[in-house]
């Protein structure tokens, strides 16, 4: 065994930790959030050139990693810094979907930063379900209705999926086809998403199915935990500065042993969400990768909601100020548990898995 | 011991039921029910149909205006009138500043101020908290120093909720500097539109401008308007604090949050069936239900002991810290029941926002309203002062 960054890992780690501490403040994320598209283009290609997203594909497809541990160093770095670029969905999802269909062209242009994608996968009542699929596709075109499609407003194409009455497949459309419809709102912790209906859309199979979902989603868990721990991270430094500079009753709030404790009991789940992570990434090409993924997901949920709200307790009314870096950062770690599968839902599927 | 209601509180339930079914403004029921913020008008037009009928003050002693309700009576209120979707009652006048002048202001005050309260002539705010001063109230450093028949008061206030609605403020501010700190506090009332008052707003984590910075520059202050005697405003203080916190319990708040999430959770499709069905959710759900069972009784129980003459700063601490964990628990099953429609933003109150959530089970500003609620357990003496007062008044030296 052998817990170390490879020296790959670390200095792409060191590149972008300065990177961000240096250009993505608190101001610029609020300049940020305050635009119309909710994003910077300027920030995607800046770390597109930083190798963010090359480093979530592997060599075959034009990339230099695209293992567990590559995507979990991007995304926790990201998720520290906070950052609204959708990274996770406009990139990591749709081109290694894209990667799998061997569309080489299409991923050349998502590494270079140049082209942006969306999974339009959920349905409205699907919840967490992969397998809920009511669009049809008839005859190369699609019809149906997909629910909260992170990045629809800005990909260039997005992968749909939908059911020819046998099976579930996944369809390439380019943005503008006919019969697409995008309406697009923004997100609470950041970003933007949107319904897209589709009817009678023309749309290109890939020839992947629902288990090129599953996968997919696999990898996303990874991100997202990464993410959320990131994130995690964050609101356990703003705390622990916090609890030492502020005072009240003529002394710093952190010697208070009711506050200390409770700061004690964050750094210790902290070292669970880290270990929980890092069993995710190191399971992607394992048997037990789904039963790992969901023990990992849960444990995130539970602890993120911890975490964000210890945080926010622990400082009082300046966490529930916007203009505070805590506040976007705590939306972020709860907001995690609402993508691919929520607390109860993994430990749901934990239990299935384990028991099976 | 009788846990039903005698026939005369029925009767009254039934005469409040009515009045809310006919008197209630559906544009406003509707926007309570979707989460959506309220207008300023509307919280003045619920405020006056409620004083037509000489409901507004529940709680004021009949000779002041007030209805003058039974805990009893009140609890009925608040669980109706949250079941109604009706607003809560704007509290900064009518159950704060108002007990305080009945108590401790001039005959000259109450008869100048409690009428305006009741007919919405002013809004009032509340001016405590201070950014260097909050779970530490005593620490407040704004100061007011005597002119002739003035105090000018200079310093800062912060967190003043709706702040940006009021024209009155009333204020804890430092009169002598030189004694123990809670010696040397007076409780005044300002006209928010003398020179030297500004208003700034607090953006919150989900959006709304709820809350205010006020800033005193040299604002001068009639002598009349210190209430009580000069330095003895913390005594008022803590008086109004303890009315303030009776109503934290959030009884009918909290009931009518739990009967909206299990509406969503009878709508939300769980692997084929409705989430209200998943054993998970499902314990989730009836867990924090069996502890606002016990947390209703507990608060009749308790507002009815103050009602008779019993000391309520203890229990209502302990209401405070129950009632606001129950509710906070309700906030985060909403969240979870919308699933991924959590994630939309929407309110209406925010530039740039949709103002539909395209939720089709109408799941509300669910996550919203989980982040501004997280506010209970921080405001009113945060949940950690209040646990500190129940451990000094229970191990630490009498009452």
């Not at chain 2, 669980?79 to 005959?107: D, H, Y």
């Not at chain 2, 910075?213 to 202050?221: A, G, L, N, Y």
Request: proline share 3%; glycine share 10%; hydrophobic share 40%.
């Amino acid at each position: 065994m052998n817990f170390e960054l490879t020296e790959e890992r670390q200095m792409l780690q060191d590149t972008l930790r300065r990177y961000l501490s240096d250009k993505y403040t608190t101001a610029r994320r609020n300049e940020i959030l305050g635009s119309e598209a909710g994003m910077s283009t300027e920030i995607w290609t800046e770390l597109a050139e930083l190798g963010v997203i090359g480093a979530l594909f592997t060599e075959d497809h034009g990339g230099f990693g695209g293992a567990g541990f590559d995507l979990a160093v991007v995304f926790e770095e990201l998720g520290r810094a906070g950052v609204v670029e959708p990274f996770l969905d406009g990139a990591l999802i749709g081109g290694r979907l894209l990667a799998a269909a061997g569309r080489s062209d299409l991923v050349d242009a998502v590494i270079a930063g140049t082209a942006q994608l969306a999974f339009a996968h959920g349905e409205p009542g699907g919840r967490y379900d992969l397998d809920h699929v009511t669009t049809t596709a008839t005859g190369g075109t699609l019809t149906g209705r997909k629910a909260v499609v992170m990045n629809a407003e800005a990909a260039d194409h997005l992968i749909v999926s939908a059911t020819n009455g046998d099976a579930i497949g996944l369809y390439l459309v380019a943005k503008g086809a006919t019969g697409l419809e995008v309406q697009g709102y923004p997100l609470l912790a950041g970003g933007r998403a949107a319904e897209v209906t589709l009817d009678n859309t023309p749309g290109e199979a890939l020839n992947l199915g629902l288990d090129a979902i599953q996968n997919v989603t696999a990898l996303a868990i990874v991100a997202q935990c990464a993410e959320a721990l990131g994130a995690m991270e964050t609101a356990t430094a703003l705390t622990k500065d916090y609890l030492g500079t502020r005072k009240q009753f003529g002394r710093p709030i952190g010697t208070f042993q009711a506050l200390a404790h409770r700061m004690a009991d964050m750094l210790i789940e902290m070292e669970q969400a880290r270990s929980a992570v890092i069993n995710a990434a190191g399971h992607l090409d394992s048997d037990e990768r789904d039963l790992t993924l969901s023990a990992s997901k849960n444990l995130m949920g539970r602890v993120g909601r911890l975490v964000a709200e210890e945080a926010i307790q622990m400082h009082g009314g300046i966490a529930m100020t916007q203009e505070y870096e805590l506040a976007h950062i705590a939306k972020r770690i709860v907001m995690a548990d609402h993508r691919f599968g929520d607390t109860d839902y993994h430990l749901e599927r934990f239990i299935e898995l384990s028991t099976a | 011991m009788d846990l039903s209601y005698t026939p005369q509180e029925l009767a009254f339930q039934d005469e409040l039921r009515t009045f809310l079914r006919d008197e209630l403004p559906s544009d406003i029921a509707e926007k309570v029910r979707m989460g959506r913020d309220l207008a300023k008008d509307d919280m003045e037009r619920w405020h006056a149909i409620l004083n037509g009928r000489g409901w507004l003050a529940q709680n004021w002693p009949k000779a002041f205006g007030g209805a003058e309700w039974s805990a009893v009576q009140r609890h009925i209120y608040d669980v109706e009138a949250a079941a109604a979707n009706a607003p809560r009652i704007v509290p900064f006048g009518l159950s704060m500043l108002g007990p305080v002048l009945q108590k401790f202001g001039s005959k000259e005050q109450q008869d100048h101020w409690l009428p305006r309260i009741l007919d919405g002539s002013d809004w009032w705010c509340q001016g405590y908290s201070e950014p260097g001063a909050g779970s530490d109230l005593a620490s407040l450093k704004c100061k007011a120093e005597r002119d002739g028949d003035h105090y000018v008061v200079n310093g800062q206030k912060t967190w003043t909720t709706l702040g940006q609605h009021a024209n009155m403020i009333f204020c804890l501010v430092r009169t002598d500097p030189n004694v123990k700190q809670q010696e040397g506090i007076s409780f005044l009332l300002i006209d928010m539109d003398t020179p030297g008052v500004e208003v700034r707003p607090i953006i919150l984590l989900d959006g709304c401008h709820e809350v205010n910075e006020v800033w005193f520059t040299d604002v001068r202050v009639p002598v009349a308007n210190l209430v009580g005697e000069e330095n003895k405003g913390w005594t008022y203080a803590k008086y109004l604090l303890t009315h303030e916190r009776t109503g934290l319990g959030g009884v009918g708040a909290s009931q009518a949050a739990l009967a909206a999430v299990k509406r969503l959770a009878r709508a939300e499709n769980h692997n084929g069936k409705p989430l209200i069905q998943n054993p998970h959710f499902a314990a989730r759900v009836a867990q924090v239900e069996i502890d606002m069972r016990a947390m209703a009784t507990s608060n009749l129980r308790i507002v009815s002991q103050a009602a008779a003459g019993g000391a309520p700063g203890l229990e209502a601490s302990m209401l405070k810290v129950k009632g606001s964990i129950i509710r906070q628990e309700i906030n985060d099953l909403a969240r979870r029941a919308a699933g991924p429609y959590a994630m939309p933003f929407a309110s209406e109150g925010v530039e740039g926002a949709n103002d539909t959530i395209p939720d089709p089970n109408g799941a509300g500003p669910a996550a919203a309203k989980y982040f501004n609620n997280r506010k209970l357990s921080i405001f009113g003496g945060s949940n950690e002062i209040q646990r500190g007062i129940i451990a000094k008044v229970t191990m630490g030296g009498g009452r």
